[in-house]
């Protein structure tokens, strides 16, 4: 993975990284006010000798003062320094403890003995440190057997201690930037383990080199759909009245970048009868295929859209249409083709054949002999777009790729899995239908998410081309309001069921 891979990696989980930083210094501020303060003073004494004032006796005397210095550092360490200490400040404590609590050096090249003493408060640090040097002063001096301190080397007192003005430990700034530091390792671990075992597509990337299928397109998220209006409109003029300017042009724009991938898949032998299923059912296939025939009937192409999910079928509610007699109708000799094909849009280039009455076997119907000579005839004429039932549940879908030219497997962006879109392919190449691609649905539009996908819809741009067409600019492939289509050529280019003229619904031909 590259660096831009981590970045968006980072930028999809930074919500779970700042909480867990901002976790750990919170919790390092927490730990700082739970531990019990300690104040540390410094006292300090002077290793001499004593010498006859000329400089070779002097020379000698430091020698010796710094041969002693470095014994004497063990003496600050012993039980009888501590228990004079403790007699002098009458502490309430063994001398065990107490030698915990100082820390006696020598700074390099020196004769200096400096003792470092903590406690709960500055005067006791202060004192203590005191009462160590004297306590030490003491001892050495019975040790070069001069108590009054007139012996050849002795400890004397140098620089008293120091009241702190504030705590050595804890440490409240080093505490909060090691928590901060934990804090963001740990998040920074979440984000990769979380997108190490998110198996949820994330990147048109990832499903081909997953499941070795191109994706064909990528449709964005479209919020305002709703179960009575999940078209695109067919007006670009009329919906700038409507304020849906932006989303007309990202899921138009969307849509024609599947249809152009769909007209050079073959350029010799074009696909004509498409198969439009997905893996499970709410991953958009239904609306996929209508919006795709939409946007074929637009580039002046006849289109004839079959609802082939006898299971649960959906395309007559998304258009409005006329129900009771459709595909099963025609199947079974109920009803003659012409007699239940409906148009959609103005420019007549769009027919729709409903489901029909509900069959108790959809999978031997839908592989009938008359299902295929069916498809035959109408691809003749037009393209054939199927809606087919989801792929893993039933064989509806598989049944039908094998009758046509191919099928587009729809799979949700942030839902489905690589292992159910991967099942669902399977599904397909164990019954030698051909995979024309993945289409993938409800692509996020901005953010980290959207730029996983190779693809960022920028609403800026559609704002304002829609601004333009409004104004009576010329915007390529945008109809300017109020302008007249072009010969042979429908005024615009997406059906919406709102968008119908007012007064005329669907009606049988």
Do not use: C
């Not at 750990?24 to 004494?45: E, F, I």
């Not at 959906?314 to 239940?340: K, N, Y």
Request: net charge negative; glycine share 10%.
């Amino acid at each position: 993975m590259d660096l831009q891979g981590y970045l968006r990696i980072f930028r999809a989980h930074w919500l779970g990284i700042v909480l867990l930083t901002v976790l750990g210094v919170a919790t390092a501020a927490g730990w700082t006010l739970l531990q019990p303060k300690v104040y540390t003073a410094d006292a300090s004494g002077y290793v001499s000798s004593a010498s006859n004032g000329d400089t070779s006796s002097a020379l000698i005397g430091d020698n010796l003062a710094r041969a002693k210095v470095t014994s004497y550092l063990d003496i600050g360490s012993w039980r009888s320094v501590a228990e004079h200490a403790i007699d002098e400040l009458g502490l309430r404590t063994t001398p065990e403890a107490l030698v915990q609590r100082v820390e006696v050096s020598n700074p390099l090249d020196t004769v200096v003995i400096k003792v470092v003493a903590s406690a709960s408060s500055p005067e006791d640090a202060r004192d203590l440190a005191e009462a160590w040097i004297r306590g030490m002063v003491v001892e050495i001096n019975t040790l070069e057997g001069s108590s009054d301190g007139s012996g050849v080397v002795t400890l004397s007192v140098g620089d008293s201690a120091r009241l702190p003005s504030s705590p050595s430990s804890p440490n409240t700034r080093l505490a909060l930037a090691l928590g901060g530091l934990i804090g963001l390792v740990i998040g920074v671990g979440y984000a990769l383990l979380r997108h190490t075992l998110d198996r949820r597509i994330r990147s048109a990337e990832g499903v081909e080199k997953e499941t070795g299928v191109p994706v064909v397109g990528t449709i964005p998220l479209e919020r305002s759909f709703t179960d009575e209006s999940r078209l695109i409109p067919f007006d670009d003029g009329n919906a700038q009245a409507g304020g849906r300017a932006p989303d007309v042009f990202a899921i138009a724009e969307a849509m024609r970048e599947l249809r152009t991938n769909l007209q050079f898949m073959d350029v010799d032998n074009p696909p004509r009868v498409i198969v439009v299923t997905s893996p499970l059912p709410g991953d958009g296939k239904s609306t996929t295929s209508a919006n795709l025939a939409i946007t074929l009937a637009a580039n002046d192409q006849r289109v004839v859209l079959i609802d082939g999910d006898l299971r649960r079928p959906t395309i007559a509610s998304i258009f409005h249409l006329v129900t009771g007699a459709g595909l099963t109708d025609v199947l079974a000799g109920r009803a003659e083709l012409a007699e239940v094909l409906q148009p959609a849009g103005p420019s007549g280039n769009l027919l729709v054949l409903e489901a029909g009455q509900v069959p108790p076997n959809p999978s031997e119907v839908l592989g009938s002999e008359r299902m295929r000579v069916l498809l035959e005839t109408l691809s003749e004429q037009a393209i054939v777009i199927i809606d087919a039932p989801p792929l893993i549940p039933v064989t509806d879908a598989t049944v039908l790729a094998t009758r046509a030219d191919g099928a587009f497997v729809v799979a949700s962006a942030g839902k489905t899995t690589y292992e159910v879109l991967d099942k669902a392919l399977q599904n397909l190449r164990r019954a030698n239908a051909r995979t024309l691609g993945v289409v993938l649905n409800r692509v996020p539009r901005s953010g980290s998410a959207a730029a996983s996908y190779g693809y960022q819809y920028r609403g800026d741009y559609y704002r304002s081309a829609s601004a333009k067409a409004a104004a009576g600019v010329p915007v390529a492939g945008v109809p300017v309001a109020g302008a007249p289509a072009a010969a042979g050529m429908p005024a615009s280019i997406p059906l919406d069921d709102d968008d119908q003229p007012r007064g005329r619904r669907a009606r049988r031909v």
